[in-house]
């Protein structure tokens, strides 16, 4: 820590009270009345160090030669830097320290105690120990601490740019450089976040949380414009979050919190701080964030910035962090309208950015080339059809929203139309089965749905219709025969091997007139099935649908309930 000592004399002062005494033996002069303090002094020590008292004190003295009277209320540091500004004029030793060289700085600018005014005097020797501070990160946050209780005079004399910009290119430094290791006994999981930064890159974290907002921004202003990578700029709003925004916190283990009110001002200058640079946040310190947000009251233009940088990486969210209490009129459970805007903002980022694959693209498409392309949208289809399984319950979720919410997501990005769907009426489940694909629904659940029968009569048609000629494909695929085995010519380019695969084609073609005639057979039942539906299940027993699906391997998937 750096200190300079000035002065020889030993202590001359004593206090009484709120007074101050000089134990010289001569008789005060001038009486100097700063705050609720007073200082009885001499006019010779202060007039030869200071160029305003001279002039105070030449306008204030009476010619009788009683003692003048002075007020500086408005002295930055008030009235114990001034006591130090006291002892500086009369020669008693006094210690610079980065705690109080700002302060002194700013009352020797105010007080005129140029070199003018005396050899050495304290505007050169504090600003020459302000020099020596910058050099140390410590003394560096600790001056800039004490900025905030002369912030005016501090700007005036760029105390505050100087310090911010030596902290900054600091933080932007080698650590093994500064000397700096990251603590290893430091707890780095935050609200399910990882904090850990590699190469102890999070060193200046929790030194920087101990700023007060303004001086933060200016601090991280400052590093941002030195090019530091946004994912550390990230990591250190997220610290001073954690510090200063309790609310945020599972646990909130601190003993003294600010208001709501003071949280808020501090949220809402947080989501202007966070790096614009998609994915370098975490998303769910920004679904945390919104939360808060909702609770804190924050204003319309944060919350639709957290909901616009979700959105654009709604990808990366966990199901668990989109079921956001409900904070508005609606009586629903969960904030379905926010989670509805998110995905819209989603779906509209990736059509902007042009990586949006053909809605042409199928099942089967999906190990090809644009599997890349799809895997953002795939996942957060996948994410929504999770959500609306946890918020389907919900009675007082509307069929609208419901709707809303299903189709807000592009067909193509749903490889499986597998869902659930269980408290509705029958009009209402008509109109949601209509958002279903039924040729993207697996073979378990295509096995199940043939034999619901709360699913409406146009749905379990297409099921099974769509079934029929999944199965057709698998035969014609698995022997590796297509229908043009009828033609004689491509039997005839087959050489040696026509005889091996002419007994193959001719069962293929004995299984396809097999599959036709059942596919006539369906037709007649459709007709009697529509009059009753309580036949169904002798109608899949017939078509020995469930011995046909047993043929196949089905992946795990869950089962449509409507």
């Known amino acids: 820590m750096a200190f300079m000592r000035l002065g020889s004399k030993s202590e001359a002062f004593h206090r009484e009270g709120q007074t101050w005494l000089c134990t010289t033996g001569l008789v005060s002069d001038v009486t100097i009345e700063v705050g609720d303090m007073k200082f009885h002094l001499h006019k010779f020590p202060l007039l030869s160090r200071s160029g305003l008292l001279e002039r105070l004190i030449e306008e204030s003295s009476n010619d009788d030669g009683s003692a003048c009277v002075l007020t500086l209320d408005e002295i930055p540091g008030g009235g114990k830097t001034f006591e130090l500004i006291t002892k500086f004029c009369y020669g008693v030793k006094i210690e610079l320290t980065a705690l109080n060289v700002v302060a002194l700085r700013c009352a020797a600018e105010y007080l005129d105690m140029t070199d003018s005014y005396g050899e050495r005097n304290l505007v050169g020797t504090t600003e020459t120990f302000l020099n020596e501070v910058f050099g140390n990160w410590t003394d560096s946050i600790k001056a800039l601490q004490t900025c905030e209780e002369v912030t005016d005079h501090a700007e005036d004399l760029n105390i505050i740019s100087r310090c911010v910009d030596s902290l900054a290119s600091k933080a932007c430094a080698d650590p093994s450089l500064l000397g700096k290791k990251k603590n290893e006994d430091e707890?780095?999981?935050?609200?399910?976040?990882?904090?850990?930064?590699?190469?102890?890159?999070?060193?200046?974290?929790?030194?920087?949380?101990?700023?007060?907002?303004?001086?933060?921004?200016?601090?991280?202003?400052?590093?941002?414009?030195?090019?530091?990578?946004?994912?550390?700029?990230?990591?250190?709003?997220?610290?001073?979050?954690?510090?200063?925004?309790?609310?945020?916190?599972?646990?909130?283990?601190?003993?003294?919190?600010?208001?709501?009110?003071?949280?808020?001002?501090?949220?809402?200058?947080?989501?202007?701080?966070?790096?614009?640079?998609?994915?370098?946040?975490?998303?769910?310190?920004?679904?945390?964030?919104?939360?808060?947000?909702?609770?804190?009251?924050?204003?319309?233009?944060?919350?639709?910035?957290?909901?616009?940088?979700?959105?654009?990486?709604?990808?990366?969210?966990?199901?668990?962090?989109?079921?956001?209490?409900?904070?508005?009129?609606?009586?629903?459970?969960?904030d379905v309208e926010c989670v509805l805007r998110m995905i819209e903002q989603f779906v509209s980022s990736t059509e902007q950015a042009g990586i949006v694959p053909s809605p042409s693209i199928t099942e089967g498409d999906l190990g090809k080339d644009g599997d890349d392309l799809l895997t953002p949208t795939t996942l957060v289809a996948t994410l929504v059809d999770g959500y609306l399984a946890e918020v389907a319950p919900d009675v007082n979720l509307k069929l609208t929203k419901f709707e809303a919410i299903a189709a807000a997501i592009p067909d193509y990005a749903r490889p499986l139309d597998d869902g659930a769907h269980a408290w509705i009426t029958d009009s209402e489940r008509e109109q949601i089965c209509r958002l279903m694909n039924c040729q993207k629904l697996s073979l378990e659940a295509s096995t199940h749905a043939a034999q619901n029968e709360r699913l409406p009569l146009r749905v379990i048609v297409q099921v099974l219709f769509f079934e029929q000629l999944r199965l057709r494909t698998s035969i014609s695929g698995w022997f590796f025969v297509s229908e043009d085995l009828d033609n004689p010519e491509l039997l005839h380019q087959s050489g040696g091997n026509g005889g091996l695969l002419k007994p193959r084609g001719e069962n293929v073609r004995e299984k396809v007139c097999e599959l036709e005639k059942e596919c006539m057979n369906m037709k007649e039942e459709l007709q009697k099935l529509v009059r009753s539906k309580r036949s169904w299940k002798n109608f899949t027993r017939k078509l020995n649908f469930k011995k046909k699906s047993e043929c196949f391997n089905p992946k795990d998937q869950a089962k449509p309930e409507v």
């Open 187 to 334: 707890t780095h999981l935050w609200n399910g976040i990882s904090m850990l930064q590699p190469n102890g890159e999070d060193w200046w974290f929790d030194d920087a949380s101990l700023l007060i907002l303004p001086l933060f921004k200016r601090l991280i202003t400052a590093i941002k414009s030195r090019g530091m990578k946004p994912e550390n700029i990230a990591m250190a709003v997220m610290y001073y979050t954690r510090k200063h925004i309790p609310l945020m916190n599972r646990d909130d283990e601190q003993a003294t919190s600010p208001s709501e009110a003071e949280q808020k001002t501090t949220l809402e200058e947080i989501v202007e701080l966070l790096p614009s640079k998609k994915g370098v946040n975490p998303t769910k310190f920004l679904l945390r964030l919104l939360q808060t947000a909702m609770v804190l009251h924050a204003s319309q233009s944060s919350r639709e910035d957290l909901e616009t940088r979700i959105g654009n990486q709604l990808d990366q969210a966990a199901l668990v962090d989109l079921l956001i209490p409900n904070m508005g009129y609606s009586e629903t459970l969960y």
